[in-house]
């Protein structure tokens, strides 16, 4: 007969008897606590391993800022019914924007700011001007050159609602009808004489100047734009890169245009400003 003795080695204990309500309790500790954790992170992704992953929803707010290159459609007439085509300028353009993620990669938001849209057009154009000679003081009928140019400035407030749409976490798509409200319009036609000098028949040279002044150029209009359609109403595309820097701030370049449905002034033929801008938008996790 073989006694067995008692392995000492290891200590035994009897087993911890786990009530359901204290599972219950450490279970609601885990979750509670996982979803605290979730909420603080500024990450745009939940990372709660308990559930399945899902976007943070929070709101944004900032500023932006930069240039718009403007160009023009149609045709303005001035008083003196010169007809410009081709207009451009750059100007400034700011505003803030304003958005709220959803939990897909769909971003609502609009913008409200102020929008410079101002253009210079010109052409040159051949007059035949009758000029005096000098010495027989006789008078003939002769080309000279003139350069007219229209100054158009147009400044207006504008809101836009848009969508944007992540294609990646740093590239997005977003657009939305744009409706501005121009608070302040001006036109400004200037003539300039470019002919210095002029051959009569008789082979004799003359200066050319303008009658009654010493000056090179005339004013032929200053003042409020005519016919001024205040509203205007357009659609909006843009695409942009997004940038985090620290933890509540984002950083995103954009280029956006802007197409107009309505026209600036009924003194013209489809007379409109398309605007391409270029812009630096920052924005702060609220």
């Known amino acids: 007969m073989v006694d067995f003795a008692p392995d000492t080695s290891l200590p035994t204990c009897p087993p911890f008897p786990m009530s359901r309500p204290f599972v219950t309790m450490i279970l609601l500790a ?4 996982g979803a605290f954790r979730g909420n603080a992170q ?3 992704m939940d990372s709660d391993p308990l559930m399945a992953r899902k976007r943070l929803v929070y709101s944004m707010v900032g500023p932006y800022g930069g240039f718009s290159f403007s160009n023009q ?5 001035t008083a003196c019914n010169c ?6 300028g750059t100007n400034f353009v700011g505003g803030i924007v304003f958005e709220r993620l959803t939990r897909s990669r769909i971003t609502w938001g609009a ?17 035949g001007v009758v000029q005096r000679s000098p010495s027989t003081g006789r008078e003939y009928t002769v080309p000279i050159t003139f350069r007219n140019e229209a100054v158009t400035g147009i400044q207006m407030i504008t809101a836009m609602p848009f969508v944007k749409y992540h294609l990646m976490d740093w590239l997005f798509v977003r657009g939305g ?5 121009i608070f302040n319009s001006t036109v400004k036609h200037t003539k300039e004489l470019l002919t210095e000098t002029v051959s009569f028949p008789t082979g004799e040279i003359a200066t050319v100047s303008l009658p009654g002044t010493d000056a090179r150029s005339v004013v032929l209009e200053d003042g409020p734009m005519p016919q001024i359609n205040p509203l205007q109403v357009g659609l909006t595309g843009a695409m942009g890169l997004e940038f985090r820097i620290g933890k509540k701030f984002l950083l995103a370049p954009i280029a956006q245009y802007t197409f ?3 026209t600036i002034s009924g003194r013209g033929d489809g007379f409109t400003i398309r605007s391409f801008q270029v812009l630096l938008e920052g924005r702060w996790i609220l």
């Open 111 to 127: 913008t409200l700011g102020y929008d410079d849209r101002s253009i210079t057009a010109a052409f040159q154009e051949v007059e």
């Open 30 to 33: 885990t979750f509670v606590c």
């Open 83 to 88: 007809e410009f085509t081709g207009g451009a």
């Open 73 to 77: 459609g149609g045709t303005f007439t």
């Open 260 to 262: 107009p449905f309505t």
């Open 177 to 181: 009808p744009s409706v501005s409200y």
């Open 42 to 44: 500024e990450n745009v």
